[in-house]
T-cell receptor, first 113, second 112 residues
Framework: AQSVTQLGSHVSVSEGALVLLRCNYS??????LFWYVQYPNQGLQLLLKYTTGATLVKGINGFEAEFKKSETSFHLTKPSAHMSDAAEYFC???????????FGSGTKLNVKP | SQTIHQWPATLVQPVGSPLSLECTVEGTSNPNLYWYRQAAGRGLQLLFYSVGIGQISSEVPQNLSASRPQDRQFILSSKKLLLSDSGFYLCAWGGGLTYEQYFGPGTRLTVT
């Protein structure tokens, strides 16, 4: 069975500070992992994904995530937060037939000036 | 390129009224299609998904139903809305061999 846990429903950072959003997964098969961002009243936009190969994946807007199998983690980072990064972020893992996604409960990122 | 449309963008309906939300995808064929709901302050709840015309999988027993009358059309319906049906409804395509899912702009439904 697959599941995702996002630690921290709200994270607040100062502009220019490191962003770290945590995601741990449970999967009975090699996982495919995703991070999405959602701005208010909009759909979800894919930030990055891990399928196979390099465990450090880079996405849009300067975000990256590292797949750590031993820790069952896929944390999202960005070296320097920008005000425009304020949004809700969702981690997801695909099911064993890739037809279903299992989403975390989301983390709202607040960026302080 | 692929595009996903949802309409209407916003909807206010009284309790007990019917519902029909539509989602269409352009630029791809035989996509997996999904309906999700976000209630206020909560994450995404998968409602239905479809891997082909007429094939609907229901994830949560509820007051809603889904249909896929055409390859790239996915409809979410209800015969009688409840207050608890309020939320933000998102359609998505992808999954399967596409791996990632792509989301539409969403429909904000308020049941009064």
């Amino acid at each position: 069975a697959q599941s995702v846990t996002q630690l921290g429903s709200h994270v607040s950072v100062s502009e220019g500070a490191l962003v770290l959003l945590r995601c741990n997964y449970s999967s009975s098969v090699p996982p495919y992992l995703f991070w999405y961002v959602q701005y208010p009243n909009q759909g979800l936009q894919l930030l990055l994904k891990y399928t196979t190969g390099a465990t450090l994946v880079k996405g849009i807007n300067g975000f990256e995530a590292e797949f750590k199998k031993s820790e069952t983690s896929f944390h999202l980072t960005k070296p320097s937060a920008h005000m425009s990064d304020a949004a809700e972020y969702f981690c997801a893992v695909s099911g064993n037939n890739f037809n279903k996604f299992y989403f975390g409960s989301g983390t709202k990122l607040n960026v302080k000036p | 390129s692929q595009t996903i449309h949802q309409w209407p963008a916003t909807l206010v309906q009284p309790v007990g009224s019917p519902l029909s939300l539509e989602c269409t995808v352009e630029g791809t064929s035989n996509p997996n299609l999904y309906w999700y709901r976000q209630a206020a302050g909560r994450g995404l709840q998968l409602l239905f998904y479809s891997v082909g015309i007429g094939q609907i999988s229901s994830e949560v027993p509820q007051n809603l139903s889904a249909s896929r009358p055409q390859d790239r059309q996915f409809i979410l319906s209800s015969k009688k809305l409840l207050l608890s049906d309020s939320g933000f409804y998102l359609c998505a395509w992808g999954g399967g061999l596409t791996y990632e899912q792509y989301f539409g702009p969403g429909t904000r439904l308020t049941v009064t």
